[in-house]
């Protein structure tokens, strides 16, 4: 592993820690970048109860994503109506859905090819 793709890894897993603290439902990370045409090398994916959750969680991320590393997302969609926020790190994407969103979008499903990644480190 390169270390762009080490650092890639670390901030998955910093944005899924954050989700899985902020109550986060199904908080997963799926490995993309074996997976041909792949928009990332790394999904995070988690659902919230409600928009306030999603938006909140989104916050979340975005904070401490920036505390640790200094960066912020390249482009963020979706805030507004918080059914589906989407938080674009370049090679990892944040996907935060309320439940029902990420029950018919099926990302989860979309994207199977990818490997699940553990969210910790140990």
């Known amino acids: 592993m390169t270390n762009k793709e080490?650092?890639?890894?670390?901030?998955?897993?910093?944005?899924?820690?954050?989700?899985?603290?902020?109550k986060g439902i199904d908080v997963r990370i799926l490995?993309?970048?074996?997976?041909?045409?792949a928009p990332a090398e790394y999904f995070v994916i988690a659902s919230g109860n409600v928009p306030s959750h999603v938006s909140a969680m989104s916050d979340a991320v975005h904070e401490t994503?920036?505390?640790a590393t200094g960066m912020g997302p390249h482009k963020v969609e979706g805030y507004q109506n918080a059914e589906w926020i989407l938080m674009d790190y370049?090679?990892?994407v944040v996907h935060?859905?309320?439940k029902e969103k990420r029950q018919f979008y099926r990302l989860d499903e979309l994207w199977s090819d990818g490997e699940e990644v553990s969210i910790s480190t140990k």
């Open 96 to 98: 935060i859905f309320q």
């Open 90 to 92: 370049f090679d990892v």
């Open 6 to 22: 080490k650092e890639s890894l670390v901030l998955a897993r910093l944005a899924a820690q954050t989700l899985d603290e902020k």
């Open 31 to 37: 490995d993309l970048r074996k997976v041909h045409g």
């Open 65 to 67: 994503v920036k505390k």
